[in-house]
């Protein structure tokens, strides 16, 4: 097995909450899996790059973000593997500046990992799971093993149904930030029957749904908690990044602003309008993605905003 690390630390955290009651929970340190493929990324990537090696691929190809930290960690985990790595870039106006590239964090280590790039427009990204897209790709590349963007497919899946583990049998309810839906369709499908599985999208769509229930086979378990996205994917304010930083402060572990952040803002929100029976033991999963902390900060000191600690 090329990824071989299954299980990670529970960290018990207070938090003080300012005026209110601390919370105390548990988190995962899913973020500790890895320096470069990180939390969940591992476990996506985790029986994907098996697969791929097994059936003979030499190349990985996925889709992303200019600060995506799948395609972060999918350059990481082919330097590290021995894969060749194609990154579909969405933004075709990035190729046009090479100090865009290495302004950009993610961009320049995924770069320094071996990642070839080729960016595409946001009107051509949309079509990247159309047969003539990928059919156009393999004939510009060639041979290559297709991991989605974000990663998430039903060995992705699989990857992230061995996040919770016996030890974590003692905990009520299960926090799960959100993106393309596959880490939490592993958690729903090995929570233990007591169980309670919260959700929080890091983005509006209303798609999450629908592609969750692609791969669980537990449809009573768990919930999404809507209300904690700021406006869409990637986006955020100083609320955001005060907590981000505040948290940092009391609990000494950093959270990134797209998912990490966003969960635990949503959990202690809910803490504050007594959601949680305080005979409930939480277990929040932190779930890495602290490469994008960099390009998140390029972006607030641009707007002469607080910046990410």
Known sequence: MLLNLTESPNQEVVYHPKGFEPLKLWIKRDDLLHEHISGNKYRKLKYNVEFAFQNGYNTLLTFGGAFSNHIAATAAAGNELGFKTIGIIRGDELSEKEDMIRENPTLQFAKECGM????????????????????????????????????????????????????????????????????????????????????????????????????????????LIKAYHFGGFAKMNQDLVHFINDFKMQTSITLDPIYTGKMFFGIVDLHKKGYFDKNKRILAIHTGGLQGIKGMNFRLQSRGHSILE
Not at 137 to 146: S, V
Not at 163 to 185: K, P, Q, Y
């Open 116 to 223: 070839q790039f080729k960016f595409v427009s946001r009107s051509d990204y949309r079509l990247k799971d159309t047969e003539d897209f990928i059919d156009k790709l393999k004939n510009e590349f060639g041979e290559f093993y297709l991991v989605p963007q974000g990663g998430t497919n039903a060995l992705a899946v699989k990857g992230c149904e061995e996040i919770l583990t016996e030890n974590d049998r003692e905990f009520d309810i299960v926090c799960c930030a959100m993106g393309t839906g596959g880490t939490i369709s592993g958690i729903i499908n090995t929570a233990f029957s007591h169980q309670k599985v919260l959700g929080f999208p890091a983005l509006k769509d209303d798609f999450l749904e629908k592609e969750i229930k692609n791969y669980i086979h537990n449809f009573e378990n768990w919930e």
